[in-house]
């Protein structure tokens, strides 16, 4: 069965243009060209991928808010953002939404096809490992099963993104370790510049400390990347 992919893009040629590229590439995609038509698409059933515009319209952030309201719906589904907005500001605003990547659409076509693949290669991997028995690694406090994509800390669950959870995943393999930011993006599968990268750590920081306000598990080790400590 194809993949679906959703695109919220409020100008007509660039959704076609998109559309077309993932219909072409084999999946199953249906357009949006605003927040309120894609509710109620996603009311009816959840895409397996959601690819978000910010500026919605006359709603300068509809992209944001409709972030947030698939995030609380799914805290797994993969969502990119794909805007034409390139700061620094509204990168780190959309990650710390939940987004599993921030793309502006400076990208490439075929780069923009290779990112949504590696999104699903890595959804194909916890789906195949979900039918294997519990494979459970602890470090410390913390329990990650890499086939149910589970992360606990102190027995406590711990919601984590795609993105998120294989950064966890990677730096708690060998704890003490220093991870480089580029180590990590390879991990996750993106491609991303240093400070996103350090949004991403801050975000699951606090995750953590929702769960926990003692954690401090994610050492930053300055000028090279980070570590995991077990304290």
């Not at 519990?134 to 993104?161: N, Y």
Request: glycine content about 6%; aromatic content about 10%; proline content about 4%.
């Amino acid at each position: 069965m194809s993949k679906k992919i959703a695109i919220v893009e409020d100008e007509p040629a660039i959704l076609a243009n998109y559309c077309d590229l993932f219909r072409r590439e084999g999946y199953e995609v249906t357009g949006y060209a605003d927040r309120p038509s894609a509710l109620r698409g996603f009311a009816e059933s959840l895409p397996d991928l959601a690819i978000l515009d910010i500026g919605l319209g006359e709603e300068v952030e509809g992209g944001f808010e409709l972030c947030r309201e698939l995030r609380s719906r799914s805290s797994t589904l993969p969502i990119i953002f794909l805007t034409a907005r390139d700061s620094d500001w509204d990168a780190i605003s959309g990650l710390r939404l939940g987004a599993d990547d921030y793309l502006t659409k400076e990208i490439s076509l075929p780069h923009l096809s290779a990112r949504v693949a590696a999104l699903f290669r890595r959804q194909r991997a916890l789906e195949a490992g979900a039918q294997e028995s519990p494979k459970v690694r602890t470090a410390g406090h913390l329990s990650i099963d890499e086939a149910r994509f589970r992360v606990t800390w102190r027995g406590e669950p711990v919601d984590l993104t795609i993105t998120e959870f294989w950064m966890v995943s990677a730096l708690s393999r060998y704890p003490g370790q220093v991870k480089s930011r580029d180590q990590l993006m390879q991990e996750a599968s993106i491609l991303v510049d240093d400070p996103t990268i350090t949004s991403y750590i801050r975000r699951i920081r606090r995750k953590f400390q929702q769960v926990d306000e003692s954690f401090d598990a994610i050492q930053t080790v300055y000028g090279v990347g980070y570590r995991w400590n077990n304290g």
